[in-house]
């Protein structure tokens, strides 16, 4: 990346949730991506130099034990990180695990869920959503992959609620003017699917469903994902429907 190249820092928690198809998505909108794996030993920054900060999922919880040990090392680090770059206003995106630590990182609350959940699910977007800078390109109706043990049960002060299962469970949000969190997953593949499956003990048929919808989240989320790169290179607001959020 040359010295005037916009990029977007990737926190890759876990190897089983790579960027995968996000990636490809941002890439071809013209974003770079700088890969941080702090599992594998590198260093989640101190600062935020990027232009956007994405922040994938992961096995881990982000709520400490009943003793107060965390998961993995690096996690109050990158609670520091987030709370930086919505103060910062920096585009900042998160998934699964990655919303979850938005969320308690900005005072919100995670908890286990009832039961583990890996499967398709249809999302019902919310009234707020038609304003918002990155939903707004989103349908009413949205095609979704959920894999989690844990969920977001309440959202932290000043969240806007985006979209939501059937049953009310918080399933997108955004805090701030430019920090967005997705508790499912939206850069899944087939071969993903499968190593989530073969790590979890989770259903194999639950996978197989997920994997019917993939070209219907690509087609729900690739804008999505290119509405947040433009957004991230500083074009939004220019010859687009709808500008910036103020405040």
Not at 27 to 52: F, H, I, M, S
Not at 56 to 69: C, E, F, I, K, V
Not at 96 to 119: D, E, F, K, M, N
Request: aromatic content about 6%.
């Amino acid at each position: 990346m040359g010295a005037d190249t916009r990029y977007a820092l990737v926190v890759e928690n876990d190897p089983t949730c790579d960027v995968r198809l996000l990636g490809s998505w941002l890439a071809d909108a013209g974003l770079d991506l700088k890969v941080v794996r702090p599992y594998a030993g590198e260093t989640v920054p101190e600062q935020l130099e990027a232009n956007a900060l994405i922040v994938l999922g992961g096995g881990q919880h982000a709520y400490p034990d009943s003793q107060g040990h965390r998961d993995a090392p690096w996690l109050p680090a990158l609670d520091a990180l987030l709370r930086a770059a919505v103060a910062a206003r920096v585009p900042t995106l998160c998934l699964g695990l990655g919303s979850q630590l938005l969320a308690q990182a900005l005072g919100g609350r995670v908890a286990p869920a009832a039961s583990p959940v890996l499967g398709p699910r249809l999302l019902s977007r919310r009234d707020a959503a038609e304003y918002d800078p990155l939903f707004a390109a989103a349908p009413m109706a949205l095609d979704v992959v959920l894999s989690r043990h844990d969920e977001i049960i309440t959202l932290p002060p000043g969240g806007t609620l985006l979209a939501a299962s059937p049953y009310g469970a918080i399933e997108a949000f955004r805090v701030g003017t430019h920090a967005w969190g997705m508790q499912f997953h939206i850069e899944c593949d087939t071969a993903m699917l499968d190593r989530w499956v073969s790590l979890s003990g989770l259903d194999p048929a639950a996978a197989a469903r997920a994997v019917t919808v993939l070209d219907d989240v690509a087609e729900t989320w690739r804008p999505v994902a290119e509405r947040f790169a433009t957004l991230a290179l500083g074009r939004i607001g220019t010859g687009t429907p709808l500008p910036l959020l103020e405040g």
